[in-house]
């Protein structure tokens, strides 16, 4: 079992900055395939970027150069630095674990971009 915990989310103008984090249980961290995924109102839940345990990053095309994915293996944590960030950006995102073939989300954390 995989728990995750995301922090880091809040309330930012249009072309702020947040930054947030996951942290995961379990030994085997290394060896996860992490992302991010969000929600906003009304939508389906989408892919905002994922990272592998080799550390191979994918992005969203809405996120791409404004977005960036990293993990630390040492601290069992990934992160997601949201750069210039738009209203639409506006969504509930949540820090997803595949492991031995095995789903993982955690409880989500809000990101509200406006002035």
């Known amino acids: 079992q995989v728990q995750l915990v995301e922090s880091g989310g809040g309330l930012v103008q249009p072309g702020g900055s947040l930054r947030l984090s996951c942290a995961a249980s379990?030994?085997?961290?290394?060896?996860?395939?992490m992302g991010w995924y969000r929600q906003a109102p009304g939508k389906e839940r989408e892919l905002v970027a994922t990272?592998?345990?080799?550390?191979?990053?994918n992005y969203a095309d809405s996120v791409k150069g404004r977005f960036t994915i990293s993990r630390d293996n040492a601290q069992n944590r990934m992160y997601l630095q949201m750069n210039s960030l738009k209203p639409e950006d506006t969504a509930v995102y949540y820090c997803n674990v595949v492991f031995t073939s095995k789903n993982y989300w955690g409880q989500g954390t809000q990101v509200t971009v406006s002035s």
């Open positions: 990272i592998t345990f080799a550390a191979s990053t």
């Open positions: 379990g030994s085997m961290f290394r060896f996860y395939n």
